[in-house]
Every structure is written in C-alpha cells, then in structure tokens.
C-alpha cells in the first residue's frame, strides 16, 4: 500500500486575516507534524494543479463559477456568505485545492497510490451546486466524487464526513443518486442545521449530542454505518477528513480525542480491505486547534495507512 500526501504553499494567499479561525497556519501545522514523525516521510507527494472547469462543472452549475469569478475581489475583501470572506488569492487557492483532490482521485485510479491524504484550504463541504457556505466555495469532494462517477464509471462510491458539522454541501449535490453512499456524522444541533433528517434514499445522518465522547461516537458509527458500508462494497471512499470534533476545538462541544481519529482511519481501511478495490481519498475539512488539527490529522492517516 503507498500512501500519497497532497499539499501546496499557494494557500497562504488565501489570507482573510488572523482572526478568522479557517487560515494558513492549519495546514503549516499539519505539514510541520508529519516532518517531525516522518510519517508521510516515503508519501507519493502528488501535484496541485488547478481544477479543471469540465471537473468543476459536474458538481457546480456554470452559473455559480461565473459569479464566483465575477465576485473575485482586485484587492481588499468580500463577503461570498456571511462566514465566507473572499480576498484576492481566495479563488485561485480554492482552484489549487480542488486540482489536488482531483490529482489525487487520478492517482488513486491509475494504481500509483491506495491512499491518498490532501491538506488543502479552503475547505469545501459546506459549498453547494450554487451556494458559498461556511468557509467553502467549491465542494472539493463531490467534485472528486462525480469525477470518479462519470469519467472512471465508478458505480459506488461511499462518502464519509466525520466533521463536526454536517456536509450540507456534499448532499445537495449528491442526494439520491444510488451511486453514492454519504455516511455524515456531527453535533447536532448546530452549523448549518440543514439537511440533517434522514430525507435521502443515499444519506446516513448521525447526530451527535452535544458534549459526546470519541467513545459515543464509534458506537454510532458502528451501529449506523459498519453493516451498510459492507453491503455497499465501495470501489472508493472519499472522506471529508474535518478535525473539529477534537475536544479542544472550540468550534463546536464534542470530545473526541486524537486516538478517535485514529480509530477511524482503521475503522474505513479495514472496510476497504473487505472490498474488490481498496482506495481511500481523505480531504481535508475543518480543524481550528492547530495543535488538535495536527495531532488529529497525523492518527488518522496513521490509521488508514495500514
Ligand atoms: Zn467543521
């Protein structure tokens, strides 16, 4: 199994300023952590090209691209959404982290690489068809999840969104299409109380309490989401990989540890190895304890690498 770590340094000018909890030091943190164990040390590290529009298109409609473009600012800031601010090199780091995740599914489907991590910003699972939402302009995983659909013919593709928000995003674009499987678990109720009923023929929502423990956590996972994940037999698994259930990040009242990220790496890798195919796509979502974020994101690779 070869492992393939996806990053960039143009992130950075996606800069909305040091007290908005989504900006470049998540990424440096992680980057610093995995140097300093040497656990990504022998990764494939893969490219970070742009998205490419035909790409872009299969998730988000032409229309929303063109705002985005049109909104871009020349200096200063906007405001894509209330949360969502947009400076000068915002969408050109959007761009890059879409292109990463979509290099990374090539990787993953020409046999270079089993799986594949991408420490990206900004995140993508709150953005929907045509809607900036929560930090995210373009849905990094669902892009990656049509691609996978459409262009490799993948007929089932699971969806796993362990942030502690729910990926409201991810499902508006991919609700009801039997090709994909969306496993979300989050606190509830909190950011973006949307989309968490079980509405969709292809959507497991699991609601966590507020204050709920990694413990809490894996019980659920195992009584909602184990038995229906092994019937579905994935030819690939993308994961929205947020790190905000951590108990010191203060986004939001869970109380995992980073040993329950670790739980959950294994946890998917060990469903994959059941499968025909054994290919797993972590993407990185939320995070906002840098200390939290990188220890947390470290376990889960470490997990799903075995
Ligand atoms: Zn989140």
């Not at 601010?85 to 489907?109: F, I, K």
């Not at 203060?250 to 294994?266: I, N, S, T, V």
């Not at 054994?278 to 376990?299: F, M, Q, R, T």
Request: aromatic share 10%; glycine share 8%; charged share 20%.
């Amino acid at each position: 199994m070869k492992l393939g770590y996806y990053s960039y340094t143009t992130h950075i000018e996606h800069d909305v300023g040091d007290i908005h909890p989504e900006h470049p030091m998540r990424i440096i943190a992680i980057n610093h952590h995995l140097e300093e164990t040497g656990l990504a040390a022998d990764a494939y590290q893969g490219g970070c090209n742009h998205v490419a529009q035909a790409d872009l298109l299969r998730a988000h409609s032409q229309g929303y691209i063109e705002q985005l473009l049109a909104m871009s600012p020349a200096n200063g800031m906007i405001l894509a959404d209330p949360d969502t601010p947009m400076a000068v090199g915002s969408l050109n780091a959007a761009y890059q982290a879409a292109g990463c995740v979509v290099e990374a599914l090539d990787d993953l489907m020409q046999d270079r690489i089993a799986r594949a991590f991408c420490s990206v910003r900004p995140p993508g699972h709150h953005a929907q068809s045509n809607k900036s939402m929560g930090f995210c302009f373009l849905n990094n995983v669902a892009i990656a999840a049509k691609k996978a659909q459409q262009e490799y013919g993948l007929e089932r593709i699971a969806i796993i969104d362990f942030d502690v928000h729910q990926g409201n995003g991810t499902i508006d674009i991919l609700a009801d299409d039997p090709a994909f499987l969306i496993c979300s678990s989050f606190q509830h109720p909190s950011f973006p109380f949307t989309h968490w009923r079980n509405i969709y023929n292809n959507v497991i929502n699991t609601p966590l309490d507020e204050g709920s423990s990694g413990l809490d956590m894996r019980r659920a996972v195992e009584a909602q989401w184990l038995h229906q994940l092994q019937d579905f037999k994935p030819q690939l698994t993308i994961v929205s990989a947020g790190f905000d259930a951590h108990e010191k990040d203060h986004m939001a009242e869970l109380k995992w540890q980073a040993e329950d990220y670790a739980w959950f790496g294994a946890f998917l890798s060990d469903i994959n190895k059941g499968c025909e195919e054994n290919k797993i796509l972590a993407v990185l979502e939320g995070g906002y304890n840098l200390e939290a974020l990188a220890s947390s994101a470290h376990d889960f690779i470490a997990g799903f690498k075995d």
